[in-house]
Structure formats: structure tokens, C-alpha cells
């Protein structure tokens, strides 16, 4: 009777690691890592502190600073929240390959992300392009994020929020 006990206990015990790894294998990534990339490049950022030229336009008016960005966390976190690889949004995306590069599109209306474009040269990420759109009955908005590593991030963001005037905002960072 104990080594049936012991038995049993062994093979619950054998079973259990093997839905544990079963588990872990699932946390892969299924598209492109915006998360990892962005935090990574806030940290290289944050050590290097390069001073950057910020333009900011507001319905056109223009204004334009050279500075140093204290918190790249704040600076970058529009690209951070552009994550897709939320569980429950795994399988929303279809994905389009052409050599080093990808496309990521969703048409699904529950997702604000609506497409990433990540271009890559030999195995180096070039560019990344986000477009986000929310829309529901008081509001409307596009964003086009745009990031070229070392050298310039883009902010455009058109707002329509009923019964208020169109907005249009626009912040281009280039790194010096």
C-alpha cells in the first residue's frame, strides 16, 4: 500500500514538470517583441543621454528645443503600450515577411494597434512604423509612431473628439 502511495505521488509529481515546460514553451512570443525592443533602447538611451532636438507642433504652431531627456521611460511610452503580444489578443494579427522585414496587421476593431512595420538590414532593426487607431462615439483618434534607432523618433497624432475642434499633434525627436 505505501508503494502504491509513493508511486502515485511520483507519477502526479513527473506529470506536473511536464505541464510546467508544456507552459513555459507557450510564453514564447508570437510576433515581434515592441515591448523588449523599446525597453532595451530606453536603457541604452538613458546611459548614453544624447541630447536631442525636439520639435513639437500643435494645429501648426511650432515649437522647437535642444535638450537632454531626463526620462526616456515617459519620452518612449506610446511605443511601449503599442505591445501585440497580449494573450488575449494571440492570433489577431496577420503577419507578412519579405527577407529581414515584417509586417504585423490587425482588422479587428477591438485592437488599437492596426499595424507594425519593423524594417531590418542584415539582422539590424532600421525603422519601426506603428499605426493606432481608437474610434467609438465621442471620439477619434490615428496615431503614426515612427522610430529610427540613433537617430529620429516621430509622433503624429490626429484627434476628433465630437463637438470640439480637430487636433493635430506632431513631435519629432532627432538624436544628436
Known amino acids: 500500500m505505501v508503494k502504491k502511495i509513493i508511486f502515485l ?45 525636439k520639435t513639437v507642433s500643435i494645429n501648426g504652431s511650432i515649437e522647437n528645443k535642444k535638450i537632454v531627456i531626463q526620462d526616456w521611460n515617459k519620452e518612449l511610452a506610446i511605443f511601449l503600450n503599442a505591445d501585440i503580444n497580449k494573450t488575449s489578443w494571440k492570433g489577431s494579427f496577420t503577419t507578412y ?13 477591438k485592437i488599437p494597434v492596426k499595424k507594425i512595420s519593423v524594417v531590418k538590414e542584415n539582422s539590424i532593426i532600421k525603422k519601426i512604423e506603428i499605426l493606432i487607431a481608437y ?10 509612431l515612427i522610430y529610427y534607432p540613433d537617430s529620429l ?18 513631435i519629432v525627436g532627432k538624436l544628436k
Not at 509622433?155 to 506632431?170: G, M, Y
Open 9 to 53: 505521488v511520483f507519477a502526479i509529481g513527473l506529470i506536473s514538470c511536464n505541464q510546467r515546460k508544456e507552459a513555459e514553451a507557450n510564453t514564447k512570443l508570437l510576433y515581434f517583441d515592441i515591448k523588449g525592443f523599446f525597453k532595451n533602447e530606453i536603457n541604452r538611451l538613458q546611459r548614453l543621454k544624447p541630447s536631442v532636438d
Open 97 to 109: 515577411r519579405k527577407n529581414e522585414s515584417a509586417i504585423y496587421k490587425s482588422a479587428s476593431k
Open 135 to 144: 474610434k467609438n462615439i465621442l471620439y477619434q483618434s490615428n496615431d503614426t
Open 153 to 170: 523618433y516621430e509622433i503624429k497624432k490626429e484627434q476628433d473628439i465630437r463637438f470640439l475642434k480637430k487636433k493635430k499633434f506632431v
